[in-house]
């Protein structure tokens, strides 16, 4: 059976571009091919990512046949095509990258991404309580430094600050771990509590998730954490550069290895609450909750995944959120970074879709730019080696992000 596509669907699709080589279409395959972007397109919580996606990945006509099919009644029908024509109305090529993302942000507007609702039910000089039924055991928690406001860098324009953690970071502790049976209580007590004083004598975490479940605060949530090393991670706000300042660092008492199998279901409990308080109290979007091998890297040799703890089967689902093994890698499209075969061979022989989302966006603004996407790497990596100099050489985020502000004229270098 085919299906013949509605005048006012045609010229939805006449409007964005896309050609239209037959009037008729097969439904079997447009349903397959939408369900599957569909599915992936509501992973991505920024609006202006999921446009982006959206128009990589797709012949656009299968998108709206897809919600010709979902829509029902007449009224929603025209409000979502009118929608359809607001969205995606033509305007001027983009010259730049900077172009490109400002072109897309007010294509489709503010995030509306809703955030859980969590409250403090008590607090005691031993532990906390919250609504969503998270305890927090805070009596062996330590101070560092204060977190300062960081910079967030936007292509050719100044950096923006900011002062709330902007993320998290989800890490597992490389250490020993015995068989997780009642004969072994006694010594899995004793590796939890040697695992909870390495990290408060390095100041490591954050918050660390044992094998019990049970949460421990380690390093205050307004202080540094040394977490995460070079890392990198961006949003709609732009790139986060070290994330020990912008984001907090969760560990769980587990091994790379291991997996989803080694993560006892208390610890998978631990972490959704902790995520939805976190969440709840610093508005984190769910985009930003990311694993330490997708934000870490190599400054000198731009390689990604210098750490690999959860490089793969972190169950993101299992706390509540999307499987953002599916967002564009940071360090790539951002800073031209790449990967090699050692981390390749880490991934299991395959990669995660991030990877090859990262390499089509990094196409798309060289294209915009005028330049092949080779020199449009050279120029990102450029641009990170600046602001890595300056991180090394000043210990102010203010005067890191002054120094680099004036890098990213692209069309001069």
Same mark, same amino acid.
């Given at each position: ?44 919580? &920024? ?33 979502? =095509? ?16 900077? &172009? ?70 989800? $890490? ?50 307004? &202080? ?36 989803? &199998? ?26 930003? =909750?990311?694993? $330490? ?71 798309? $603004? ?48």
């Amino acid at each position: 059976m085919a299906l013949r596509l509605t005048p006012l669907l045609k010229a939805v699709a006449h409007r964005i571009s896309i050609p239209i080589s037959t009037r008729w279409l097969r439904p079997s395959r447009l349903l397959e091919t939408a369900a599957v972007r569909e599915l992936r397109a509501r992973q991505i919580s &920024d609006p202006v990512e999921r446009l982006r996606y959206l128009r990589q990945s797709s012949p656009a006509l299968e998108s709206v046949y897809s919600l010709e099919l979902t829509l029902t009644g007449a009224r929603r029908y025209m409000t979502a =095509c009118g929608l359809l024509f607001f969205l995606l109305t033509p305007s001027p090529i983009p010259s730049s990258t900077r &172009d490109v993302t400002a072109h897309e942000r007010r294509l489709v507007g503010a995030t509306s991404e809703s955030y859980p609702k969590v409250w403090a039910v008590e607090q005691t000089p031993e532990y906390e309580s919250y609504s969503n039924g998270l305890r927090i055991e805070t009596s062996l928690r330590v101070s560092n430094r204060a977190r300062k406001p960081f910079p967030i860098y936007i292509t050719g324009q100044p950096a923006s600050f900011a002062s709330a953690p902007a993320g998290i970071v989800f $890490h597992t502790t490389e250490t020993h771990l015995a068989p997780f049976e009642a004969e072994e209580n006694t010594q899995l007590k004793r590796l939890a509590r040697n695992v909870i004083d390495a990290v408060r004598k390095n100041q490591s975490y954050h918050y660390l998730i044992d094998r019990f479940g049970r949460v421990f605060r380690v390093v205050e949530e307004g &202080d540094v954490a040394f977490h995460a090393g070079w890392s990198i991670w961006a949003d709609a706000q732009g790139a986060y550069v070290n994330l020990n300042e912008s984001f907090l660092g969760v560990a769980f008492e587990a091994q790379t290895e291991g997996g989803l &199998d080694k993560i006892q279901p208390a610890q998978i409990h631990a972490a959704r609450v902790l995520t939805e308080m976190l969440r709840s109290r610093y508005r984190i979007p769910e985009a930003n =909750c990311v694993t $330490h091998a997708q934000v870490s890297v190599n400054e000198k040799t731009f390689r990604i995944g210098y750490h690999t703890d959860w490089a793969g089967n972190f169950p993101f689902r299992e706390i509540g959120l999307p499987d953002n093994y599916m967002l564009p890698v940071a360090s790539m499209a951002e800073f031209g970074f790449e990967y090699d075969t050692v981390f390749v061979k880490v991934m299991g022989n395959r990669l995660w879709p991030g990877v090859g989302a990262a390499e089509a966006r990094l196409r798309e $603004h060289s294209t915009a730019n005028g330049v092949a996407a080779s020199r449009w790497k050279s120029i990102l990596q450029q641009r990170f080696r600046n602001i890595a100099n300056q991180i090394v050489s000043s210990p102010s985020p203010v005067q890191t992000a002054n120094a680099v502000q004036g890098d990213t004229n692209v069309r001069s270098q």
